[in-house]
């Protein structure tokens, strides 16, 4: 048979289907003429339309062909019957005689036994599963394969219309509603916190294809086949720039994504979608998410990661084919915009409209992905690790976001919001009450002035000194403004983001950590081997001390920048006391030669070093006779301390920050820095948690720094503290403390009984 004309039929098919979408009728006249157009066109006797449900049910909304009564009265179970079997596999089947395969089951009301041969198709958005469309047949017959095709094609359209909500209305009486609308509960990981209501952008846009059927195939093959010689082209010239491409783009990623630009098989599926009498953009999102709906289903977290870069690519394509931009352009952000992104790089996030912006979801990148530093920074309450995210949302949709406790509501219930917006308000409240807290000073019940610091590690961060009142800022991740800087900076560039930063810090004291990269940190202008372990591996100090070329910029830079001003210094993943030496030498050296060269010097210099990794603590003494000042980087001192990866999500909160052993190490510290006259900080994590800050500080500690946004609640615990007593009930507690896990609720009870907000 000649494959033109047997395809003939799905094309008219597409056709006649586009006249009945454009008729002035009822939504269920539309759908009911739809299964008789189907039922025809196939030959079939029976054609019916069923729709998941929110309650994971399918619920007959049309058929040609079976008892009308049964439709919205035939109910079943998504994991009941060959109709199940569809919807939880999202594949067709074709079945000569249904009735002998073990997954059928009768339904009286229907009228079904008298038909053998059986044909379904999953509908399918997004490779989610919306319904299930099935034609019947009383003879026992074989579905070709281009009828499967041109069923599955015929479900696009439907598809389109569930998720347009125009059935939204047809539902049972009694009906939890359609899956495709349901509301869901995610959880993801807590990044930045802050409750934030408003509804879904995209960040890199799905294009909704609006014209499915084509009116000349050969036309719709050849704006393909350019299409595809087009993005083939820019794959290329991605994959041979190498290293030095576009931010975030890598290598392997590059090369998988032109492994999918030259793969036959998906390329002939786009060619035949196209044969079938689909428009070239409806071909791609049909055979996308036909692919979506099977990867997902993967469990093999490779198979599953080759998803994206194949919505990736296939994103490309529809792009180049509809014209549409691939990001929304300046101004198109909806007020109350939740940003919903699979991933994003950091100066991305900098491009849309703070004001407008609510929040921020990822489905990829958690606590530690760069994106995150920047949505903290910015104050955007961000969750991440939402699985899925990206598929289970339309834009438009209301969605919910929890920064503090991961919760991601997508088109909530009414008392759920009213819940949310509730926690909102809260915080808003707490928050007003922080900021009555700015000006009075940090000084504990019994009177011990304790110094709270600021974070940070962009321009925009540094509003928020002024905002908190911090006393100046205790760490300044230098490398934060390398990350989101599109190649690498220059000195002279370098000189003068410092020098902003001291000019805004106006007076208050800066401690700006050299580069802290390696790691999970990548510059992606910047070339580095990949390592097997980077937590252990070639980063920070390592690289300033290996190739000090990095480094003598960085110290050039901030020598000039503090140039008349106080400049203090730290050195980052510092293991031994000589790595301190050498680093301290070269910096000496950089020092005499602006000396030598005229250059006015800063008022004051300062070096000192970040207490992260667990050798320094059987060295304390060597290391606190060198550096004028210690600042323990509790993030890193944990993951070294527990051998725990931090960036692990499935490890990094196993220990507990208030374990023994944990701060016993804290102890050591204090008590050496206290007594050497060292003066020592904390500026991990742990410090900006109350219940943890309270911990140090009865530990000894009388500075710390933290994010912004824990200023407050730390300083609201610490004016109601008496910080002798504590130290006293620690101490008691620790020595009875060995073997136990955490010392967390009998910090815990103690800050109740003694009247201490947490
Ligand atoms: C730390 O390790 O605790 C720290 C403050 O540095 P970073 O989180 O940047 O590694
Ligand atoms: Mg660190």
Request: glycine letters at 8%.
């Amino acid at each position: 048979m000649n494959m033109r004309a047997a395809l003939g039929g799905p094309r008219l098919m597409l056709r006649k289907l586009r006249e009945v979408m454009a008729q002035q009728i009822s939504a269920q006249e539309r759908l009911d003429k739809i299964a008789v157009l189907i039922a025809s066109n196939m030959v079939a006797e029976v054609c019916s339309v069923y729709v998941l449900r929110a309650d994971q049910t399918l619920e007959l909304y049309a058929t040609e062909g079976l008892k009308r009564e049964a439709v919205h009265k035939t109910i079943m179970e998504a994991s009941e019957g060959l109709v199940g079997l569809i919807a939880t596999t999202a594949e067709a089947l074709a079945l000569s005689d249904a009735q002998a395969h073990p997954s059928f089951s009768y339904k009286p009301e229907t009228g079904e036994e008298l038909f053998h041969a059986f044909l379904g198709v999953p509908i399918l958005r997004a490779g989610n599963t919306l319904g299930v469309l099935v034609v019947q047949n009383s003879a026992h017959r074989t579905y070709s394969d281009e009828e499967v095709e041109a069923l599955q094609t015929t479900a696009m359209v439907i598809a389109e219309m569930l998720a347009n909500g125009e059935l939204e209305t047809l539902a049972s009486p009694g009906s939890t509603g359609m899956a495709v609308r349901r509301p869901l509960a995610l959880r993801g990981s807590a990044v930045s916190d802050g409750v934030g209501l408003g509804y879904v952008v995209l960040h890199a846009p799905r294009v909704v294809v609006k014209n499915l059927v084509a009116d000349d195939s050969d036309k719709e093959i050849a704006r393909l086949e350019q299409a595809i010689d087009h993005m083939r082209t820019r794959v290329d010239s991605l994959v041979n720039q190498g290293e030095v491409a576009h931010a975030g783009e890598h290598r392997d990623v590059l090369e998988t994504f032109r492994m999918f630009a030259y793969d036959r098989g998906w390329l002939r599926r786009l060619r035949e979608a196209v044969a079938g009498g689909l428009t070239a953009e409806a071909a791609v999102e049909h055979v996308q998410s036909d692919a979506r709906a099977r990867l997902q289903r993967q469990n093999d977290p490779y198979l599953r990661d080759r998803l994206h870069d194949l919505d990736d690519l296939a994103n490309r394509l529809l792009h180049q084919l509809t014209g549409e931009a691939f990001t929304l352009a300046d101004g198109q952000l909806p007020e109350n915009a939740i940003l919903v992104a699979r991933t994003m790089g950091p100066a991305a996030l900098l491009d849309y409209e703070r004001q407008r912006l609510r929040g921020l979801v990822l489905e990829e990148g958690g606590a530690s992905s760069h994106v995150a530093v920047v949505a903290k920074a910015l104050g955007i309450p961000c969750v991440g690790d939402v699985e899925g995210i990206t598929g289970l949302v339309e834009p438009g949709d209301a969605i919910i976001l929890d920064g503090n406790t991961g919760e991601v509501q997508v088109r909530p219930q009414p008392d759920i919001e009213a819940s949310f917006g509730e926690r909102a308000r809260l915080r808003a409240r707490r928050q007003e009450q922080y900021r009555a807290l700015r000006d009075q000073a940090p000084v504990t019940k019994d009177g011990v002035a304790i110094e709270l610091q600021m974070n940070a590690g962009l321009l925009v961060d540094m509003p928020n000194l002024a905002e908190t009142g911090a006393t100046g800022i205790g760490l300044f991740r230098t490398e934060i403004l390398f990350m989101v800087a599109p190649s690498l900076p220059r000195a002279t560039a370098q000189a003068e983001l410092y020098g902003t930063v001291l000019d805004i810090a106006n007076g208050r004291p800066v401690t700006f950590r050299t580069l802290d990269i390696g790691g999970d940190k990548v510059l992606p202008y910047l070339r580095m081997a990949k390592e097997e372990n980077p937590a252990l591996g070639w980063r920070a100090i390592r690289i300033g001390l290996d190739r000090p070329a990095l480094l003598r910029t960085q110290i050039r830079a901030l020598f000039k920048a503090a140039a008349g001003r106080d400049l203090k210094v730290m050195l980052p993943l510092v293991a031994s006391a000589s790595e301190f030496d050498a680093a301290k030498a070269l910096i000496e050296r950089e020092r005499k030669l602006l000396a030598d060269n005229d250059k006015l010097a800063p008022q004051s210099f300062r070096l000192g070093v970040m207490l992260e990794v667990p050798s320094l603590l059987f060295d304390l003494e060597a290391i606190l006779a060198r550096a004028a000042f210690i600042s323990v980087g509790t993030n890193d001192l944990m993951q070294y301390l527990f051998a725990v990866d931090r960036d692990n999500t499935r490890v990094a909160r196993r220990f507990d920050p208030l374990a023994p052993a944990m701060l016993k190490a804290m102890q050591r510290i204090a008590d050496a820095a206290n007594a050497a006259g060292v003066p020592a900080t904390v500026c991990g994590e742990m410090a900006g948690r109350p219940l943890e800050a309270l911990a140090l500080l009865a530990l000894g500690f009388r500075s710390l720094s933290m994010s912004p946004a824990s200023i407050g609640p730390v300083k609201a615990m610490l004016l109601a503290l008496d910080a002798a007593d504590a130290a006293a009930f620690l101490k008691g507690r620790l020595a009875e403390a060995s073997g136990k896990a955490s010392l967390r609720v009998a910090l815990q009870t103690y800050a109740e009984k003694a009247g201490i907000p947490l």
